[in-house]
């Protein structure tokens, strides 16, 4: 039987990684509509940091896309 604190504590964790998740993949999708192209966020949480990295997806095989004028 599990403890309803523990339960709570990894329920807690688990809906504050989907929200982590959903607001990376909108700044990817930000980023897509100021400079255009398909871009990718990528999550590691590893011992004492966490690292979050919005980059283009590899273009390999893809045209080169004409990037949105930036916006002030």
Known sequence: MS????????NDAVAAQ??????????????QDMHGGDWRASISHECDAALIV????????QKPFTPKPEIA
């Open 3 to 10: 403890s309803p604190i523990l339960t709570k504590a990894v």
């Open 18 to 31: 989907k929200r982590i998740d959903r607001v990376a993949d909108l700044l990817a999708s930000l980023m």
């Open 54 to 61: 919005v980059a283009p997806r590899s273009a390999r095989g």
